[in-house]
């Protein structure tokens, strides 16, 4: 989904939220307050008394707030509304409350219903800092009339207000929790679609794809044999359909997952082979690669090949992330507590930003200028099928540390 739609809609859902809540607010503010004040008063034949404080140009003072509201609507800014309508409140309110109250004996005896309007209705805003500010507003307010007023009957509504506050960040949570499950919902979908699609392509034209290639680089190899005296161009031919190959293997594989054979295996043999396959490339850019095993490793069960396919991808880009040169350092240990392999890769290269980590793995996305992004999402894969997991630590210019951790027995899935 574009950025542009996303914030239309938020701007949409604002709006009706803004436009809801000053019908509600005018609605109990101006009913409640006559009924409170004039009309309760004479029911059962008792005698009303005018308002107190203000006095009724307190409704006319607070058209202010509703006439700046309309303003700001036709501008297009709806987010400051709120915000805008509550300190116009709490400064009217309170001068009201200290006009009623100070230089008198009347004890403070008032409060408004649209205050509770206000802390209940926060939560559908879905804006923790308008909640605080709500929040902090009007229990505030009523604290700051404690001092003015010397009344302890003040604390009373305090006390309410701190509850139904407490009762509405339990509903905001609420609704961030439930925002969030939706949004990674709909997130998991959209990479399951876009996974389903990647699929279709690869089972598409995978096989059509193989299959010239063999020929191709059985073709190249056979030259090479006949034609010695220039050969030095078909290691670079058999080399670039073996890369062509490896994409067409990552497509293959996410097309169609092979199926996982456990197995006990070494991983002291898996990296051996790993690099033993990535030399002549280290070699190539002058990449030193160092290997520590700490201490006797227990055997993997694990699908040696899936793993191996892991490594190869991991140390590749450990080195081509260092075209001047550099050390790659190979790190494995067993995490005792948790019966897990620790396998670290640690480069000196040029480093990741923070948000293109967050997006390795999805498909078709990479930070090289002739990457597909096919093999970390794979490697992803392959990791999350033995029930590991991958965690990638950055720094622009100073290089990249992935730690795969293993479970040396492998559990199924409940």
């Not at 009924?35 to 059962?44: A, K, V």
């Not at 004890?107 to 929040?135: D, Q, R």
């Not at 309410?160 to 905001?172: E, G, R, T």
Request: some cysteine; charged content about 20%; proline content about 3%.
């Amino acid at each position: 989904m574009k950025k542009g739609t996303n914030n239309h809609r938020l701007f949409s859902e604002e709006k009706k939220a803004v436009i809801l809540f000053l019908w509600l607010f005018n609605l109990l503010f101006y009913v409640w307050d006559v009924y409170y004040y004039y009309i309760r008063l004479y029911i059962g034949g008792r005698v009303g008394i005018s308002r107190d404080g203000l006095g009724p140009s307190i409704y006319i003072l607070m058209l202010i707030p509703l006439v700046l509201a309309v303003y700001q609507l036709k501008k297009g800014n709806v987010y400051v509304i709120k915000y805008q309508y509550l300190a116009v409140f709490l400064i009217i309110d309170f001068i009201d409350n200290i006009v009623r109250c100070i230089g008198t004996n009347h004890h403070f005896v008032t409060g408004n219903i649209v205050e509770v309007l206000y802390i209940i209705f926060a939560p559908i805003f879905v804006n923790k800092k308008y909640f605080w500010s709500t929040s902090i507003g009007i229990i505030g307010k009523y604290i700051l009339l404690i001092f003015i007023l010397q009344d302890m009957t003040i604390v009373f509504p305090i006390l309410i207000y701190v509850i139904l506050s407490a009762i509405a960040l339990i509903v905001l949570t609420r609704f961030f929790s439930y925002i969030h499950s939706l949004t990674d919902a709909y997130e998991e979908l959209k990479r399951k679609e876009k996974l389903a699609v990647i699929g279709q392509m690869a089972a598409a034209i995978g096989h059509e794809i193989r299959n010239p290639l063999a020929a191709l680089r059985g073709f190249t190899q056979i030259q090479q044999e006949n034609n010695p005296n220039i050969k030095s161009y078909y290691p670079i031919m058999i080399e670039e359909i073996d890369r062509i190959n490896s994409i067409v293997d990552d497509l293959m594989y996410i097309g169609k997952p092979k199926k996982i054979k456990f197995e006990k295996s070494s991983m002291e043999e898996i990296i051996a082979y790993t690099l033993s396959i990535t030399q002549q490339q280290a070699e190539r850019q002058r990449v030193t690669v160092e290997t520590i095993m700490a201490g006797p490793l227990p055997r993997l069960e694990c699908d040696e090949k899936q793993l191996k396919q892991v490594f190869i991808n991991l140390i590749k880009n450990a080195i081509e992330s260092m075209p001047e040169g550099g050390r790659v350092q190979i790190h494995v240990k067993v995490i005792e507590k948790q019966q897990k392999l620790s396998i670290s890769i640690q480069d000196e290269g040029i480093g990741i930003a923070d948000e293109d980590i967050l997006n390795l793995g999805e498909p078709f996305f990479t930070t090289k200028k002739d990457g597909t992004g096919l093999g970390i999402m794979v490697t992803n894969q392959i990791i999350k099928d033995h029930l590991g997991e991958i965690n990638i630590q950055s720094l622009l210019n100073e290089g990249t540390k992935v730690e795969v951790i293993l479970p040396i027995l492998y559990k199924e899935r409940d």
